[in-house]
């Protein structure tokens, strides 16, 4: 084959633009990462895995964190150690943010539970002796909706008629049915052989064999003091409008078979919630208040 100069000289441009496109497609930016993580308490809920799936469907890639006790998730939120976590009501992110000194925020609502008085003693709430003792989460927030059950149930009197910051010293022994004492949320139900009864939160009921059926009773999750115990997504205040989180908030509110899912595993007790992000912010903030003023 022969080569006139003119021919050498195109071809070298050509060996040129394709050494350069090579080197150019070499230094290009990796794409975007889309990889969220999301903090769980206490974890393994069936539902989690089909909202995996349908984020994928929407190419982002979740992974679930379990933990199995609150205090873990929110502070590594706090630090970057995770992207968001799917746990807690408001009432528990407004003692976080108060006590902490930090801001996060609600991004997204998810469902609203019951609690339930249950008790291995005693098949009804008539059977609760005068005297008796129930035990409630030691957790700011869940005593003191646990209180709240308490007290719509007739078992006790609270100050003022109480509010998402009462505490034990705001029950008016005189005018009350029971003791109440204080325990780890997650050793309740192992306690209940011990005490007359105990408030459970909705997490711990099925993994330790208990039974919604056998509930003595529980608030609504229709009623308006109800609010501040709408779960939530919860991520950094920066990072409250990040488009890929609502896409996943979208994802868990919106897709059909998302909501079958946890529809599924929280049954008829629990009502899924769309709540704007604009009275999310308001209830925290009113929660926030509430806890503030009864910490003082």
């Given at each position: 084959?022969?080569?006139?100069?003119?021919?050498?000289?195109?071809?070298?441009?050509?060996?040129?633009?394709?050494?350069?496109?090579?080197?150019?497609?070499?230094?290009?930016?990796?794409?975007?990462?889309?990889?969220?993580?999301?903090?769980?308490?206490?974890?393994?809920?069936?539902?989690?895995?089909?909202?995996?799936?349908?984020?994928?469907?929407?190419?982002?890639?979740?992974?679930?964190?379990?933990?199995?006790?609150?205090?873990?998730?929110?502070?590594?939120?706090?630090?970057?150690?995770?992207?968001?976590?799917?746990?807690?009501?408001?009432?528990?992110?407004?003692?976080?943010?108060?006590?902490?000194?930090?801001?996060?925020?609600?991004?997204?609502?998810?469902?609203?539970?019951?609690?339930?008085?249950?008790?291995?003693?005693?098949?009804?709430?008539?059977?609760?002796?005068?005297?008796?003792?129930?035990?409630?989460?030691?957790?700011?927030?869940?005593?003191?909706?646990?209180?709240?059950?308490?007290?719509?149930?007739?078992?006790?009197?609270?100050?003022?008629?109480?509010?998402?910051?009462?505490?034990?010293?705001?029950?008016?022994?005189?005018?009350?049915?029971?003791?109440?004492?204080?325990?780890?949320?997650?050793?309740?139900?192992?306690?209940?052989?011990?005490?007359?009864?105990?408030?459970?939160?909705?997490?711990?009921?099925?993994?330790?064999?208990?039974?919604?059926?056998?509930?003595?009773?529980?608030?609504?999750?229709?009623?308006?003091?109800?609010?501040p115990y709408t779960n939530i997504f919860t991520a950094r205040a920066e990072d409250k409008d990040n488009e890929t989180y609502l896409k996943l908030v979208d994802i868990y509110q919106n897709n059909a078979e998302v909501q079958a899912a946890v529809k599924d595993y929280v049954g008829d007790g629990a009502v899924l919630l769309k709540t704007p992000v604009s009275e999310l912010e308001k209830i925290l903030k009113q929660a926030e208040?509430?806890?503030?003023?009864?910490?003082?």
């Open positions: 084959m022969t080569f006139t100069k003119r021919g050498i000289f195109a071809a070298s441009l050509t060996a040129l633009a394709l050494a350069a496109t090579t080197t150019l497609a070499g230094c290009a930016p990796a794409a975007e990462d889309t990889t969220v993580t999301i903090g769980v308490v206490p974890g393994g809920q069936p539902y989690w895995d089909t909202f995996v799936d349908a984020a994928a469907e929407e190419g982002i890639t979740v992974e679930i964190k379990d933990f199995a006790e609150y205090p873990q998730p929110n502070p590594l939120v706090t630090e970057g150690e995770l992207d968001l976590n799917q746990f807690q009501h408001i009432a528990y992110l407004a003692s976080y943010n108060v006590d902490s000194g930090e801001d996060l925020v609600p991004i997204g609502a998810t469902v609203i539970y019951p609690m339930n008085l249950f008790s291995s003693k005693y098949t009804s709430l008539e059977d609760i002796p005068k005297g008796g003792t129930i035990a409630v989460p030691n957790d700011e927030s869940n005593r003191a909706r646990a209180l709240l059950v308490l007290q719509k149930l007739g078992l006790i009197e609270l100050k003022d008629g109480g509010n998402s910051g009462s505490t034990l010293d705001d029950i008016l022994a005189d005018r009350s049915k029971v003791k109440v004492t204080e325990l780890d949320a997650a050793g309740i139900p192992g306690a209940l052989p011990d005490v007359d009864g105990g408030v459970v939160n909705n997490d711990f009921v099925e993994p330790s064999g208990l039974k919604f059926a056998d509930s003595l009773g529980s608030d609504s999750a229709d009623d308006a003091a109800a609010a208040e509430d806890y503030s003023a009864q910490s003082k």
